[in-house]
């Protein structure tokens, strides 16, 4: 009639690294690795994304800071720089007044991947070739 917690729990593994998750995104993505975060370029935008899985809002701190350093970088390379989004990865409670967009581990993909093209291909085929040591 009832059965045992026991007999129906199963194996949960554990979460992907924040750099395992990112080497699954499409080859026309490329993620670059830049000071303990990570730089994503895509079709659909620019991204730095950080973790602290201890505390959100350092995360958020390092993922905006990061993101104002890149512009910077980037502005030497093409005439426009798109915006560049800052998101730290966090299933924590948080507050909404942080420098990051907060998006839980699961999201992350679609959040990078879902929306229309707003990086023109040439700006594009610049910023692949940035000096930025890259992850794949």
């Known amino acids: 009639m ?3 917690p026991r007999s129906t729990r ?3 593994s554990s979460p992907p690294t924040l750099d ?3 080497l699954t995104l499409p080859d026309d993505v490329v993620v670059f690795i830049v000071g303990g ?3 994503v370029v895509a079709s659909t935008g ?10 959100v809002a350092v995360g958020a701190a390092a993922a905006a800071t990061a993101a104002d350093h890149i512009r910077e970088l980037v502005s030497d390379a093409v005439p426009f720089v798109p915006f560049i ?3 730290v990865v966090s299933d924590l409670p948080n507050s909404d007044d942080l420098p990051a967009l907060v998006v839980p581990q699961d999201l992350l993909l679609p959040t ?3 929306g229309p093209s707003v990086v023109d291909p040439a700006t594009l085929s610049v910023l692949r ?6 992850l794949r």
């Open 112 to 114: 990078i991947l879902n």
């Open 20 to 22: 395992a998750l990112l």
């Open 85 to 87: 989004d800052a998101i």
């Open 37 to 39: 975060t990570f730089f």
């Open 10 to 12: 199963t194996a949960r």
């Open 129 to 134: 070739l940035l000096g930025f040591t890259v």
């Open 46 to 55: 620019l991204f730095v994304v950080a973790e602290n899985p201890v505390d």
């Open 2 to 4: 009832f059965r045992s």
